[in-house]
């Protein structure tokens, strides 16, 4: 029988790993930016466009969707067609999934900017956007799983399950979390509410890092690295193990970022007791990747590339050993809310995404344009300074995340708090953010480096765009007798992505059907009311300004946070919070209870000058507040839309609501008048005074 000839598409490969490059340059950019404005608040540039609030959701999505997620799509489309002796399927799908992704990036890119968010952290994009990426991601599966079924290999090797898992999973997530209930054409609000939507945005955030950032990266890991060290897979076995128990046990770890919140006992301690057996499965992945490099280390010695591949594997047994740690209930009520877990996050994006990235980056392009790589020195540097880079931005980070978090629990012997002020910490930490910076600065450098010495490359090489192959047809490859049934199962790709589909779900359902099911898992409270017309707007402003990337909304059930702000949360406070806004990280005060804690003027002149109110505040100037009139055309459908969503306003109010809003304005302009402001009922700034006065206030809390 006469070997079939066939060709791989080279094309797509090269084209997602030119994106690749160029968006992460752009996003690293960002993040520089942004680190930037933490320590130097001049360098959000007085627009209203780059403020830390609006950009920092853009530097996170170019860095996850841009940049990781082209590498994925990247590796996804060179490993799958060797794995299954196949061309894609469908030039025209990956054509159509290539520039379709861009343009969503490209939207991001723009909308961002101008505030148009959701809120809900790496899920910021609005609807229309999202219906987009579901959309693109449906092509992806289609051409992934059309050229599954057209393969000339019968067994479908370990790294085909990590992608097929990530399809499936993904689809989950993105379809669940993005139950949304459309407002105008970039405005909407989420079905859910408060606890409800912190659980679902949690089971979604976690499990984006765990099927978006990680078991991609696993396949291509599981394919790139024997084929760069030139050897086996340490054990077949253990890759069996390690992925059915990463994907079942992966799904249930969400809550712990929920911790001493008010997300009912049951379900946090289901997230802390799967985050601490995820270690296992995690760490199963790590050391088969790294014994099977053995009897290679001196070919790891010479070998830029492998030395990307080491540092990238340790650097994930590193984050996936200290993010079960972080669910550790003491361990999590210091470290919360502090860069103790942008350290942690960083160490998982700048090692194991970064440095996988760019290993296979190194391998691939060569090879693709049949020439040597342009300069195995400068590929060096590269390593050598983006080490030193993710060293000198994760320390500073842990160093600054432990102080923060034992300053803001101290107290003196007298029994008060020693920092009472919550900005005596953010002071305190500025030295650690410089140097994050730096060493941010110093990754930029080295991929900047890599862009160079790879288009160097390209340019003195001819891209294969069609690269001959060939191989025996299907009929006549070999077959195993006495097959076990996980042999028998690797042949069934459908199947396996059910069963995939299946595993994922349990946890899933077992952990959020129980709190959207059961009123009585989150009791309401009479005294809360909903938002009146000028509250609400100004919560959307509160959104559309990024607020919440700084500032939390909820007060845990400890002494020192009780002692600094008030009365610790409840659900039923948030019962008419869509979306809700309790934060991740605490760069600013908590807000819950701010309502009455100042004055209007306070609130006026702390938006218009920080400084002038909070000596040495790192927060933007919201200046533009006070001269943008606040658009109410739209509100009698908000309030049309939240009456759908169970907000229990009148039959009819959204006939009115213009006229309350009016009247309350007014009232808090007067009273601005009072104290020798003069600013107009009809702008911004008065309804985000109006908001940020009710905060906390419908239940009786102690004044602070």
Known sequence: MQPEKFYYDNKIVRNFGIATIVWGIIGMTVGLLVAIQLFKPGMNMGSQYTTF????PLHTNAVIFAFVGNAIFMGVYYSLQRLLKARMFSDALSKIHFWGW???ILSAVITLPLGLTTSHEYAELEWPIDIAITLIWVVFGINMFGTIIKRRERHLYVAIWFYIATFVTIAVLHIVNSFELPISAFKSYYLYAGVQDALVQWWYGHNAVAFFLTTPYLGMMYYFLPKMANRP??????????????IFIYIWAGPHH????????????????????LIAPSWGGMINGLLTLRGAWDKVRDDVILKFMVVGLTAYGMATFEGPMLSLKQVNAIGHFTDWIVAHVHVGALGWNGFLTFAILYWLIPRMYRTELYSKKLASFHFWIGTLGILFYAVPMYWAGFTQGLMLKEFTPEGLLKYPNFLETTIRIIPMHVMRAIGGGMYLIGAIAMAYNLVKTMTQGKLVSNEAAEVMPLAAAHIEQHETRHRLLERKPIQMMVVALVVILIGSVIELMPTMTISSNIPTIASVKPYTPLELEGRDLYIREGCVNCHSQTIRPFRSETERYGEYSKAGEFVYDHPFLWGSKRTGPDLQREGGKYGNAWHYNHMLDPRLMSPGSIMPNYDWLITQTLNTKATGDKIKAMRKLGVPYPEGYENTANADLDKQAKAIADDLGKNNIKVESDKEIIAVIAYLQRLGTDIKVKNR
């Open 102 to 104: 861009q343009l969503i």
């Open 233 to 246: 897979v340490y054990s077949y076995k253990l890759s069996i193990l390690h992925f059915w128990s990463l």
């Open 53 to 56: 609030g609006r950009i920092r």
């Open 258 to 277: 929920l911790l001493y919140t008010t997300l009912p006992g049951w379900a946090q301690s289901l997230g802390v007791v799967f985050s601490i057996m």
